[in-house]
């Protein structure tokens, strides 16, 4: 290729991606997460105030070159640098929320503007979200068929486990949570096998351990009656209701022992009346081969689908945060001139 022939080549290529910069450099806001679980979450929450002089870069904090995970990581950046203006740190609320400044880490999420949190135990709990597990279902399967109200089954649940759940809120905020610990918990209110016909068995156990629980504890402490019934109050001023408890606790054990067996099951029922129903219909046996390959190769991974459950957009839960991150990253709102000037209707 002549020399001539190549230079202008050249001097095209780079005056055409000289086109395709922005006119004028936005600003980068990292924001710190606690895992690469996270990323998407944060992202649906942050593109909504991007614009044309912000983005944001969803990443895991990172020191001398190393990669570091957990709450206390994404929080500590905030002590290095222009917090607000290039950083900010979004974490999974855990117990910190509702407990209130019981704690270092509780004091600096309810104190801290640039520190994002899920209100939500974590983010399994938002992806959990009861109003939307038939439609994850129906992704699944590709079968529309309700066969079992899981929305209710989990209101059913949290009402059944709310009052041992004040418990354990209120032994964080005295903190003797050692008396009385996550774990404690999430043993007592443990479903075991889940079976669609058993889901009424399964509730009415889980109320008769929560109440031999209560009781326990009841006797334990004598006199706190008083203050049990102000951290009851004080958490449905927070936002827990006894209908939505299931938001509150720990997520991993709500994602893993609770909402999965029972989608599992549902899922399976599912997916075998579709398949019998593609055998009674199938008008030979090649096109019932054919029709059952075709169905089985579409149906998907429940767990995968419930991290890409998004429908927690819908809950009031998520327009908190969205309302916390507002205050952050107010989007400008052009005046009249500037929006008649967009529009084309500018005098000229």
Not at 321 to 345: C, L, N, Q
């Amino acid at each position: 290729m002549p020399k001539s022939l190549k230079d202008n080549l050249n001097n095209r290529y780079f005056d055409a991606a000289n086109r395709l910069k922005p006119k004028t450099s936005k600003r980068r806001i990292v924001a710190y997460v606690e895992a690469y679980d996270d990323v998407f979450f944060w992202r649906t929450v942050l593109s909504r105030f991007e614009n044309d002089k912000r983005y944001f870069e969803v990443m895991l904090p990172t020191r001398v070159g190393k990669l570091e995970r957990g709450k206390k990581a994404a929080m500590m950046k905030l002590f290095s640098g222009k917090v607000g203006q290039s950083m900010i740190a979004c974490v999974d609320a855990d117990y910190d929320y509702l407990s209130q400044g019981a704690n270092e880490t509780s004091s600096q999420i309810l104190n801290n503007p640039y520190i994002l949190h899920t209100y939500a135990y974590s983010i399994e709990n938002m992806q959990c979200y009861a109003p939307t597990l038939r439609g994850v279902c129906v992704a699944v399967t590709l079968n529309d068929h309700q066969i079992f109200d899981m929305a209710e089954y989990l209101r059913e649940y949290s009402q059944a486990i709310f009052p041992l759940f004040v418990w354990s809120i209120w032994h964080y905020r005295h903190n003797i949570y050692k008396n009385f610990t996550i774990s404690d918990f999430n043993a007592v209110i443990e479903t075991g096998n889940f079976t669609i016909s058993k889901a009424p068995d399964i509730l009415q156990r889980v109320r008769r351990k929560v109440g031999s629980r209560i009781s326990q504890l009841q006797r334990q402490y004598p006199d706190a009656k008083e203050s049990y019934l102000e951290v009851k109050e004080s958490l449905k001023e927070l936002g827990v209701t006894a209908d939505t408890t299931y938001l509150y606790i720990q997520g991993h054990h709500l994602f893993d022992n609770v909402v999965v067996p029972m989608m599992k099951k549902v899922c399976s029922q599912l997916v075998t009346e579709r398949q019998n129903e593609i055998s009674r219909q199938s008008q030979h046996s090649t096109q019932r081969h054919n029709e059952l390959s075709c169905y089985n190769n579409s149906i998907e991974d429940i767990e995968s689908m419930l991290k890409k459950n998004v429908g927690y957009a819908l809950s009031p839960t998520f327009q908190r945060i969205i309302d916390d991150a507002a205050k952050i990253f107010p989007m400008e709102t052009p005046t009249p001139s500037e929006s008649d000037e967009e529009k084309g209707w500018g005098e000229t």
